[in-house]
């Protein structure tokens, strides 16, 4: 094995003979090329136990809660089928012709790829429930798609594209016809918007890139790349989520992260391998000597449910303003803080949701990714604003994002906003004559991260009062994001 080096460390350290993870770490299924069969490792690093098989059966790919595993297998007709089985590989059903399956992180669809909407492989999504329930994702025409995957938040779903994109690199030379990593949003509808190269041109040459997989928290990727030049091997790569700062760290193929994020398993001709990224240890988890193991799919038993990374955050300012005029009423929350600024990256890669709360009184929303406008301001000083402009049929007319100025701004109409009512039914203003709130949380997440700032307790308060009916509660220095 090569030993690759990672910012002059190096990442990948031979274990000793015969060395192997034990534990919940062998929990590993793959398929034997030779026969057919999908096994799954037993800790003690040999062939492991049959779970399919033999005969054609490949692509295993083990459910979030570890309770099913999806595979794909090759029908005497030539045609490829997944199905699904139990954990013990019983109890078996054909969902949908196609191959390549991954689960959704609620375990209620299948992503795969498919002929069935041109002559060339798309990725699609299935419900294992209602297998009539297909939903298109990839709309590259013409090209061939493979190895789709959702993100932990189920808000992307990414994959291989094999695309006629002619890429320059600085010393000149052009290449095109490779594989490479894309990603496509999807809407809170559970449609799919278009998609986007992920992984860049950083290697002179235009590796074939495969093979994506999300850690767990959904904050980095990992895929296959192998260059076009003679004799070139394929390599581990672990990048950024939005693709950014891909670095090889071991020599192998079909990379996986295992549930806690902690090691990638990975094949290696006759075996699959797996890497610590902490220790940079290498150890068997199942050899087959003279055969070829590959697509391992790590199985959990104790799932954990997946969140964003929310960071607390000491907000600078927030400004609620309540029009109690009954011709004129709105609501608005402009909040600053440092945190705001970092959203721009996310908003691009999945939809965003917006919780505002004061006093217990609860406003959510959903923002789709496919309704964000981008606007560029002054471009030499790089002002950017995302803005939500279909917002029609909800309670909010707007929702900025500022991100030089680390800003947030929503803004309802109509009064729709907390709205509240006496015994009479009449419309009561959020903020109080006579007191300030005494708590206020602003949560927002985009994509696979967020943000969340608590104003209360210790804040500062002022409630300055207008002739139009205006109230302004403005906050500042927020004194702990503890509460959020």
């Known amino acids: 094995m090569t030993i690759v080096a990672l910012a002059g460390t190096a990442l990948a350290t031979a274990a000793p003979a015969g060395a192997t993870f034990g534990g919940d770490n062998a929990e590993v299924a793959f398929t034997v090329g030779g026969s057919g069969s999908i096994h799954m490792s037993d800790g003690a690093g040999g062939a492991g136990l049959l779970l399919l098989g033999p ?5 295993a790919s083990w459910s979030p809660d570890g309770t099913r595993i999806a595979y794909t297998r090759a029908e005497p007709t030539g045609a490829k089928i997944i ?48 297998p009539a329930d297909v939903k298109r994702v990839s709309l590259s025409y013409g090209f061939d798609d493979r190895d789709p995957v959702y993100s932990p938040s189920g ?56 093979n994506p997989e999300f850690s767990p928290d959904g904050t ?12 070139a091997v394929s390599q581990v790569v672990v990048a950024n989520a939005d693709g950014a700062l891909p670095q090889v760290v071991v020599d192998g193929a079909d990379p996986v992260f295992s549930p806690d994020g902690l090691r990638i398993a990975y094949a290696s001709g006759p075996a699959i391998r797996a890497i610590d990224l902490d220790d940079h240890q290498v150890a068997d988890m199942a050899v087959v000597a003279g055969d070829m193991l590959v697509r391992p799919s790590w199985r959990t038993t104790n799932p954990t449910p997946w969140a964003p990374q929310m960071t607390p955050v000491f907000g600078e300012s927030l400004k609620i303003q309540d029009n109690v005029d009954p011709e004129r009423r709105y609501f608005k929350v402009d909040m600053t803080s440092p945190a705001i600024s970092t959203l721009g990256d996310a908003l691009q890669q999945g939809s965003a949701t917006l919780r505002v709360n004061i006093d217990g009184v609860e406003y959510s929303h959903d923002l789709p990714l496919g309704n964000w406008l981008t606007i560029v301001r002054r471009e030499e000083l790089k002002r950017y ?3 939500d402009m279909k917002l029609e049929d909800g309670p909010i007319k707007s929702v900025v994002i500022d991100m030089v100025r680390g800003r947030l701004i ?8 907390f709205r509240r009512t006496d015994a009479a039914g009449n419309v009561l203003p959020v903020l109080s004559t006579a007191a300030a709130p005494s708590l206020v949380t602003v949560e927002f997440v985009a994509g696979e991260v967020g943000f969340c700032a608590a104003f209360g307790g210790e804040t500062r308060w002022s409630v300055p009062r207008s002739p139009t009916g205006t109230r302004t509660l403005t906050a500042k220095d927020a004194p702990s994001p503890a509460a959020c």
Do not use: C
């Open 385 to 387: 604003r995302y803005v």
């Open 410 to 417: 929503l803004t309802g109409k109509d009064g729709q906003l």
């Open 155 to 210: 808000t992307r779903i990414m994959y291989a594209s094999l695309r006629d994109e002619v890429t320059q690199y600085p010393s000149g030379n052009i290449s095109n016809d490779s594989w490479n990593i894309y990603a496509a949003p999807m809407y809170s509808d559970g449609t799919f918007g278009n998609d986007s190269r992920l992984i860049g041109a950083a290697v002179e040459g235009d590796p074939d890139q495969t």
């Open 55 to 59: 005969g054609a059966h490949d692509d």
């Open 220 to 231: 980095r990727i990992t895929f296959a790349q192998r260059a076009k030049t003679p004799g």
């Open 83 to 130: 199905w699904v089985a139990d954990a013990a590989g019983q109890n078996a059903q054909p969902i949908i012709a196609g191959e390549d399956p991954s689960w959704s992180p609620d375990g209620t669809r299948l992503a795969f790829v498919t002929k069935q909407f041109d002559a060339k492989f798309d990725v699609a999504t299935v419900a294992v429930a209602n």
